[in-house]
């Protein structure tokens, strides 16, 4: 059941010139969070925005062992994520959630590969640790424009994800896209079981979703469409879900979704 | 609450009367922004509302347009949806008897390719068990077929609003657009054709551009503008109506708060419908609610059916006059 919360800001910690994590005082929401899940965020209270904006919610936050908040990872694009940015200590945020349809981690013997463009790192904090849990294996493919635009290394790595980077400029692991070493590892994972979890541009989803089906391994995608409400009511988030042998049916991301099989999805 | 609850505790009653139907208090849920309803459950008591539109049914299911469907724009929002919906038939079967159990106020919103599809709806939804009323969706400017043709023509909107009235004894209330030049001449129309109540207004045709890639930001390319940037206008169509027929108003455009609904009530509303500030609060139901109440202990006014219409213009006309 979601609820809304007029959460504090814990702190706001820029990574980039245009990337921070913020932190909110929503343990209602945070503790009720499975990995993929996203809340439905409003700055300000006049009409610009005017609607909410969906975030995938990144940490949950602890302290000694007691759910007391969550994070957001933004990347400034418009007003809401340039309220994000700005936002400062003691600051209200209102925070629905938590929202729409989870990421279904594995049991080992299934191994995880986790596929990040960008800011679509955001949903795999959670899914590492509810994998970590289960004892499954963890691999985070994590590309981005530039190696400065890599964040939280550490943090996957102490958590005992091995990592695979790529960057467009080849600053940091390969050159190119995130698929090209994904790719690469596919082919030789031949007859090994995996689940590829993907979140990140639209493009890059359907390639990770082509690549995965292609090598014959399943794949979860979080997609992201402009979203109006997060709770089925207006019908502007929905994509094309594979709907026999030629057609499709549009289904709301926001219920129906974020997470839908790779193979499901009609990519155009 | 404010100073001056002279009346604190005092209960006000609440509820409204459309035609023959009661509803418990004078809030509904705009058709297009609530789903169908059931989607709400989780997060309000569908009971407390006033009613529920239910969104917009054909007789088939229909897919709606591709995305991009809604853009933001100041105070507002462009939709292009195309109606996606799950036709007459899969609603009666997978909803209604959900909406039935939650008590809530159904009012199932119609479309039409053709004045017999509105019928055949009509006379489909009569039958089912649990719909309080029947909205005529004349309206919507994202489709090419149907509907908005009725709704703009003053002797289309008399043929559907008389055909359905012929078929069924649910109150009829058919949707009005504010596309037209004079709003009112449609409330009539309706009236004269035996409606029970208008609705209004719909939204209005708009659009908004990209202009990095010079593309249209909805793949319709046009789409309803909703929100309180319509507000103001929307309340001068509902006071237009009000003067002009004598069956109730059910106005609707941009309310966000208790105080928007006072607005539409003074002007002339006898209910109002609430759609794009769901969205953004779909908590919103007993804010609005709450507020209302404690307007009327405020004023002293037992019923809120007492304020509809009650907007007192002779100082203005004094003013205006004397100047």
């Known amino acids: ?268 | 609450m404010g100073v001056g609850c002279w009346k604190l505790g005092v209960d006000v009653d609440l509820s409204v009367q459309i035609g023959a139907l009661t509803l418990r208090n004078p809030i509904i849920a705009a058709s297009g922004c609530f789903g169908y309803g059931i989607e709400y459950a989780g997060v309000v008591d569908l009971s407390l509302l006033g009613g529920i539109a239910v969104k917009g049914l054909f007789l088939a299911e229909r897919e709606g347009h591709p995305p991009e469907r809604i853009v933001e724009t100041p105070a507002g929002m462009l939709n292009a949806i195309g109606l996606q919906g799950i036709g007459v038939h899969r609603f009666i079967r997978e909803k209604l008897p959900e909406l039935r159990d939650r008590r809530a106020t159904v009012i199932v919103n119609i479309c039409g390719s053709t004045l017999d599809e509105y019928v055949e709806l009509a006379r489909i939804l009569s039958d089912a068990e649990g719909v309080a009323a029947l909205e005529l969706n004349i309206s919507c400017p994202n489709i090419k077929e149907g509907g908005i043709t009725f709704g703009c023509s003053l002797t289309g909107t008399h043929a559907v609003v008389s055909a359905v009235k012929k078929v069924t004894r649910l109150p009829v209330i058919p949707k009005l657009t504010p596309n037209v030049t004079d709003v009112a001449s449609f409330a009539r129309a309706s009236e004269d054709a035996g409606a029970d109540a208008v609705s209004l207004v719909n939204t209005f045709l708009a659009m908004a551009i990209d202009v990095e890639t010079r593309r249209p930001k909805l793949s319709n390319i046009v789409g309803g503008l909703s929100g309180p940037a319509i507000r103001p206008i929307a309340v001068r169509m509902v006071y237009e109506c009000r003067r002009t027929v004598k069956i109730p108003v059910i106005g609707m455009g941009g309310i966000a708060s208790a105080t928007d609904t006072l607005e539409f009530l003074i002007a002339g509303a006898t209910a109002v419908q609430v759609g794009t500030a769901n969205f953004a609060d779909p908590f919103i139901w007993t804010k609005l609610l709450d507020g209302l109440r404690a307007y009327l202990q405020r004023h002293g006014i037992a019923r809120v059916a007492d304020l509809t219409g009650t907007i007192d213009t002779t100082a203005r006309e004094k003013e205006w006059i004397s100047s």
């Open chain 1, 1 to 268: 059941m979601p609820v809304d919360v007029e959460a504090r800001v814990i702190r706001n910690t820029r990574l980039s010139t245009d990337y921070n994590v913020i932190a909110l005082a929503a343990p209602e929401i945070a503790a009720a969070t499975a990995p993929g899940q996203f809340v439905m965020v409003k700055l300000g209270h006049g009409s610009t925005p005017l609607l909410r904006r969906p975030f995938s919610v990144f940490e949950i936050l602890r302290t000694s062992g007691r759910v007391d908040g969550l994070t957001l990872l933004s990347k400034r694009v418009g007003v809401t994520t340039g309220m994000l940015f700005d936002a400062v200590e003691g600051d209200v945020v209102s925070c629905l959630g938590p929202l729409g349809r989870p990421y279904a981690p594995v049991d080992p013997p299934a191994e995880a590969w986790m596929v990040a463009g960008g800011v679509g790192l955001a949903p795999f904090a959670t899914l590492t640790e509810a994998l970590r849990a289960r004892g499954t294996t963890v691999t985070l493919f994590y590309g981005a424009r530039t190696g400065r635009e890599l964040f939280y290394l550490d943090w996957f790595r102490e958590r005992g994800v091995r990592l695979v980077l790529s960057t467009e400029d080849g600053s940091a692991g390969d050159r190119g896209r995130v698929t090209l070493p994904l790719e690469r590892e596919l082919q030789g994972a031949a007859g090994r079981s995996l689940m590829v979890y993907a979140c990140g541009p639209e493009p890059m989803l359907a390639a990770v979703a082509r690549v995965a089906a292609t090598s014959h391994q399943p794949s979860q995608v979080s997609v992201e469409r402009v979203m109006g409400c997060g709770l089925g009511g207006c019908y502007s988030c929905v994509i094309p879900l594979r709907n026999g042998p030629k057609g499709h049916h549009y289904v709301r991301s926001c219920i129906g979704g974020p997470v839908f099989d790779g193979d499901r999805v009609v990519w155009d």
